[in-house]
T-cell receptor
Framework: AQTVTQSQPEMSVQEAETVTLSCTYD???????LFWYKQPPSRQMILVIR??????QNATENRFSVNFQKAAKSFSLKISDSQLGDAAMYFC?????????FGTGTSLTVIP | DTGVSQDPRHKITKRGQNVTFRCDPI?????LYWYRQTLGQGPEFLTY????????KSRLLSDRFSAERPKGSFSTLEIQRTEQGDSAMYLC?????????????FGQGTRLTVV
């Protein structure tokens, strides 16, 4: 069975600093996709960044980048130059076939 | 099209009542998902449609839950004889089946409170 584990329930970062959120997953599949979603308080979930498992190059979207270690089944998210608007729940998600599997989330606080 | 919309945003119901939620996906999306999210947890998969066909259901989806997508467009999720344990955020998401990877787009959810 596919599982996604986020071992950090809460994280905090000073504004303008860098923070890394951890995610590991378990799968026997070779072809899959990984995502980080952001869920601000009382707002809908939006995509932050995606990674195709067959790509070795780590995905980057502006201040957001990932460290994808396929052999270790690790998919961490790095947020650089943190901003107050980055405060939210962050969910790591795995997709294979029809389903998305989500971790339990990391609550990120940005300290002014 | 402004994205996935869900209605209502909030629902308070008495235990034992039936409730129905609606989801309107992004118009060209052929895949539609329902998830349940409780406080402090990530979304848990409930069911999945490709066009009008319900292709997969989670074991979480008891016989009190039923979902439909009659014309392959909007979808409804009905919960019969609600229980307090059904209190949660119900999320709908849609995506499009293509050769390339595509993420799921989420609605704002329907928050159900069973009293």
């Amino acid at each position: 069975a596919q599982t996604v584990t986020q071992s950090q329930p809460e994280m905090s970062v000073q504004e303008a600093e860098t923070v890394t959120l951890s995610c590991t997953y378990d799968t026997s599949e070779s072809d899959y996709y990984l995502f980080w979603y952001k869920q601000p308080p009382s707002r809908q979930m939006i995509l932050v960044i995606r990674q195709e498992a067959y790509k070795q190059q780590n995905a980057t979207e502006n201040r957001f980048s990932v460290n994808f270690q396929k052999a270790a089944k690790s998919f961490s998210l790095k947020i650089s130059d943190s901003q107050l608007g980055d405060a939210a729940m962050y969910f790591c998600a795995y997709q294979s076939g029809n389903q998305f599997y989500f971790g339990t989330g990391t609550s990120l606080t940005v300290i002014p | 099209d402004t994205g996935v919309s869900q209605d209502p945003r909030h629902k308070i119901t008495k235990r034992g009542q039936n409730v129905t939620f609606r989801c309107d996906p992004i118009s060209e999306h052929n895949r539609l998902y329902w998830y349940r999210q409780t406080l402090g947890q990530g979304p848990e998969f409930l069911t999945y449609f490709q066009n009008e066909a319900q292709l997969e259901k989670s074991r979480l989806l008891s016989d009190r839950f039923s979902a439909e997508r009659p014309k392959g467009s909007f979808s409804t999720l009905e919960i019969q004889r609600t229980e307090q344990g059904d209190s949660a955020m119900y999320l709908c998401a849609s995506s499009i089946l293509t050769g390339a990877v595509t993420e799921a787009f989420f609605g704002q959810g329907t928050r159900l409170t069973v009293v």
